[in-house]
Nanobody
Framework: QVQLVESGGGLVQPGGSLRLSCAASESIFNFYAMGWYRQAPGKQRELVTT???????TAPDALKGRFTISTDSAKNTVYLQMNSLKPEDTAVYYCHVLRRGVDYWGKGTLVTVSS
């Protein structure tokens, strides 16, 4: 069972930046893919960005350039750097990993973009 713990959420003003962290309970080299999803109030969960073990990244065109995923294998951690935040980025952000065909999710961290 993989444990994922997100941190770094909070309140930020429009145009600001935030970095989310997701600490995994085992080596990230065990995961085929890692990523971030988000769910805004009243909406379905949606992809933010993913990265494979080989380093390939995926993200919706609307988020490319503002959101960046990275990893630190020494800390078993995946990060989400979010820049130029907008009110519509307000959501609960979830960490996700795919390990041997099984999906694992964190409990989420709330990001609120508001003045």
């Amino acid at each position: 069972q993989v444990q994922l713990v997100e941190s770094g959420g909070g309140l930020v003003q429009p145009g600001g930046s935030l970095r989310l962290s997701c600490a995994a309970s085992e080596s990230i080299f065990n995961f085929y893919a890692m990523g971030w999803y988000r769910q805004a109030p009243g909406k379905q969960r949606e992809l933010v960005t993913t990265i494979t073990r080989g380093g390939s990244t995926t993200a919706p065109d609307a988020l490319k350039g503002r959101f960046t995923i990275s990893t630190d294998s020494a800390k078993n951690t995946v990060y989400l750097q979010m820049n130029s935040l907008k009110p519509e980025d307000t959501a609960v952000y979830y960490c996700h990993v795919l390990r041997r065909g099984v999906d694992y999710w964190g409990k989420g961290t709330l990001v609120t973009v508001s003045s």
